[in-house]
């Protein structure tokens, strides 16, 4: 499933071939993708140009603008790549694949993609000056970047569950799922059992970091691809290579070399080094 550093390269390859294109025409499948899209949204969004692409922890929102003179806002699309979505620029020769949902027809012989063969995904749109935020369908918490420390104690010690949970809910801190999660304990050295609340504020200071640099390494690396994602542009991703523990049980860890170890921990498969990372 695609996480915040996945999300960050698609928007990152978009931006430069969308911003600033106008919408000539679309074409929306009709196989149902988890949110509905509605008939009457290709009349809203017909002749709009992309102003800005921006992301917000897994979510992907561009804003649109009217062509009318001085610009006025003309909506929003929010796009959610949910676990195989593929959301890319490609010239309008090339055939079109399998599994396509939508299709945006821009001024320059290229298209905007929606591919997505689980349709776990969605794609939305909402009218000007619309609070985006309000629609997420989940509380979502600060972007992990730049954290202050003493907000995040609190949140993470505020909760008596699993740093794995707390991790994967978005509400301490947006963007983080399964492969992250587990990629930022090891950094920290902390057990995916550990309860937030048992936390110290070293520990805590120790996650937040990891935190932030395992993802920004990823984004370096422009995301992993497990199975279906793929950039803005089409290629696939390269930081996979790069785990030390995510789907690397029975392996050694690449820090002490102890075996790798799988505990199915909120759910998910939660893969640690136990020596690393004690209880
Ligand atoms: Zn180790």
């Known amino acids: 499933m695609p996480e915040l550093p996945e999300v960050e390269t698609v928007v990152r390859d978009l ?19 988890r ?29 649109l603008t009217s062509k009318a003179r001085g610009r006025p806002p003309a909506g929003f699309l929010l796009v959610h790549l949910g676990m ?20 945006f027809f821009l001024d320059n012989r290229t298209n905007l993609q929606y591919r997505d063969p689980r349709r776990f995904g969605s794609v939305e749109w909402f009218p000007p000056n619309t609070d985006v935020e309000k629609h997420l369908g989940e509380k979502l918490g600060p972007e992990p970047f730049g954290l202050p420390a003493q907000p995040f104690r609190d949140a993470v010690r505020a909760s008596k569950r699993t740093l794995k949970a707390i991790l994967l809910d978005q509400s301490v801190v947006a963007g983080v799922g399964n492969i992250y999660a587990d990629e930022s304990l090891h950094r ?19 996650l937040r970091k990891a935190i932030e640099v395992v993802l920004t390494r990823a984004i370096d690396g422009r995301g ?6 793929v950039g803005g542009s089409g290629l696939r991703g390269g930081f996979q290579n790069e785990f030390a523990v995510y789907g690397r049980g029975g392996e050694g860890c690449p820090t002490c070399g102890a075996e790798v170890q ?5 759910g998910r498969s939660s893969h640690f080094c136990p020596a690393c990372q004690p209880r």
């Open 15 to 33: 931006r430069p071939l969308l911003v600033g294109r106008t919408v000539e025409a679309m074409w929306a499948g009709e196989q149902k993708l």
């Open 35 to 63: 949110r509905p899209w509605k008939v009457m949204w290709p009349r809203k969004l017909v002749g709009t140009r992309v102003s800005e692409i921006n992301r917000r922890g897994k979510w992907i929102i561009i804003s």
């Open 84 to 103: 195989t979505g593929q959301f890319t620029v490609m010239p309008s020769a090339d055939p079109i694949k399998d599994h396509t949902h939508f299709l």
């Open 188 to 206: 920290a050295k902390l057990h995916p059992e550990t309860r937030g609340a048992d936390l110290t504020d070293a520990g805590c200071d120790r």
């Open 224 to 229: 992993s691809t497990i199975r279906d994602y």
């Open 262 to 266: 799988v505990l199915r921990v909120a």
